[in-house]
């Protein structure tokens, strides 16, 4: 610790010999000199080369017992730390210090090989539009049954019994203000046989026990959607009570439970038939609010076993556990780029479900030249890279979007990514913005192997081209049917002409 350094080779040498040391048996060390020695090893970790580092970090894998020093290449990259997780000596206070300090890629490998994380590690590895409720890390099967009932996924309650005492649960449409209730408007929950236990803004002893799909009458489409777990939405009801009598419209949604799926109830309101309500108190669309809630919510378990896979694959590729054949490495290789293309391509319908479940409000409407500047000579240099010649129309206007710059980019991003990467060499893509009928219009020529190609196909997410970019591995009709979803949320629109692709945006 005290030898003097001339150089960055001495700092790495020095910085080698002390993770070697910290690695072995000390019992008997001065606790202050250990950790003055982890301090050097921490601060000193930003100088070394990331190769230094994941060879350090191989050389004393299933050695190293310091629950600290394991911490500090916990919190680097996942290629340098994966080896020495990997065959950690821990306990569980050991492994959860070294969750505290983990990164995110490295806490969704730890989930991986341990099979659960510590408290201390969910900050870490939650991303901040993660449900709040804990859940165990679930299987591929557990994702694919959420993925199957996604439209009706919704946030779970805890008891099945819903009444009074069930305060902490949320109570949707959270959309809905206080103020809006009246004589027409009230809110309900029921469990899962259907049997209502709880209601705000109508009397409660005339509802309290009644089972919704259980009374005389009830409507074929009411008992189709709790049979089926199912949304629905303004369906025709009498309620056989003096103090509710008449025709209500009811609409609800389903809850789940979050540890095993098990299906709770639902919840939602009741508006009696013909009843004017003011636009700030309108029942929202209660079925389009689930399915953001429960897309972002799947979103985020498929996100953990994704980048999983990705950290397995380099360690493959990088052969961080040992030697490995070069058939091996490249398809691990090819593993993590089009695991990584994929895990961009979530991140976008993460974004489209937080722009769907988002209230209206005042956005940065930045004009589109200053939007399209710095992005022209990224398509520059990716149609550079794939062979392909691009003409964009200069932009002098001062056109502005009613979109978020973020999303504005975003789709221009996307559109144009998708369009080099499968478009073949030689051929010439050409970009035009320009308005017309109040909406901002961004056309691109389309791919010549697409002209012979209607709107069901090319948007059909099986479709690509034959073209070898690197973007053209997840299919052009996947980005496009992708960049067209987005566009529609926020009020524009993707269409198809003979020639060209044009992106629609509404005008500020």
């Not at 001339?6 to 000199?33: F, G, K, M, N």
Request: glycine share 8%; net charge negative; hydrophobic share 45%.
């Amino acid at each position: 610790m005290t030898q003097p350094v001339a150089d960055a080779h001495d700092r790495t040498v020095r910085w080698r010999q002390l993770v070697d040391l910290l690695s072995r048996p000390h019992y008997e060390i001065d606790p202050a000199l250990l950790d003055a020695a982890l301090t050097m090893v921490r601060t000193g970790m930003r100088s070394v080369a990331r190769p230094i580092r994941a060879a350090t970090a191989r050389s004393i894998a299933g050695r190293a017992a310091e629950p600290r020093l394991i911490a500090i290449f916990a919190g680097d990259r996942l290629e340098v730390a994966a080896p020495l997780l990997a065959a950690a000596p821990l306990n569980d206070a050991g492994w959860a210090e070294v969750a505290a300090a983990a990164s995110k890629e490295v806490a969704s490998f730890m989930r991986t090989i341990r099979g659960d994380v510590s408290e201390a590690s969910e900050p870490i590895a939650e991303e901040s539009a993660a449900p709040a409720a804990e859940e165990p890390h679930p299987s591929i099967g557990d994702i694919a049954a959420r993925i199957e009932r996604l439209k009706t996924k919704r946030e779970a309650g805890e008891p099945e019994l819903m009444d009074d005492a069930s305060q902490d649960l949320p109570r949707p449409p959270a959309a809905l203000p206080q103020h809006s209730l009246t004589p027409g408007l009230f809110r309900w929950e029921c469990d899962a046989a259907g049997e209502i236990g709880w209601v705000e803004g109508a009397p409660r002893g005339a509802l309290i026990g009644r089972s919704l799909p259980g009374e005389e009458g009830a409507p074929r489409e009411l008992i189709r959607a709790f049979t089926d777990r199912l949304p629905f939405e303004d369906t025709l009801i009498t309620l056989p009570t003096p103090a509710l009598d008449g025709d209500w419209r009811l609409s609800g949604i389903p809850a789940f439970s979050p540890v095993d799926g098990r299906f709770l109830g639902y919840r939602g309101i009741a508006r009696r038939e013909g009843q004017q309500v003011d636009a700030p108190s309108a029942p929202p669309k209660l079925a389009a609010a689930a399915d953001a809630e429960a897309l972002r919510e799947t979103i985020h378990e498929i996100k953990t076993p994704l980048n999983a896979i990705i950290g397995f694959a380099e360690i493959i590729d990088g052969q961080y556990l040992g030697p490995a054949h070069r058939n091996y490495r490249q398809r691990a290789a090819e593993i993590v780029v089009q695991a990584r293309m994929l895990l961009a391509a979530i991140e976008d319908l993460d974004f489209a479900a937080r722009l769907q479940g988002r209230q209206p409000g005042k956005v940065d409407a930045a004009p589109l030249a200053e939007i399209m500047a710095p992005l022209v000579e990224e398509w520059a240099n990716q149609a550079l890279a794939n062979g392909v010649q691009l003409r964009v129309s200069p932009q002098t206007s001062q056109l502005r979007s009613s979109l978020d710059r973020d999303l504005a980019e975003r789709l221009l991003k996307r559109f144009l990514r998708a369009v080099i990467d499968s478009t073949a060499a030689h051929e010439t893509i050409h970009v035009e913005a320009k308005e017309g009928r109040g909406r901002l219009t961004i056309a691109v020529s389309r791919p010549a192997t697409t002209l012979h190609l209607g709107e069901s196909r090319l948007f059909d997410p099986a479709y690509s081209t034959e073209a070898t970019g690197e973007g053209a591995s997840l299919g052009l009709g996947f980005a496009l049917r992708l960049v067209r979803g987005l566009a529609r949320l926020a009020g524009g629109d993707l269409r198809l002409s003979a020639s060209d692709l044009t992106l629609i945006l509404p005008l500020a």
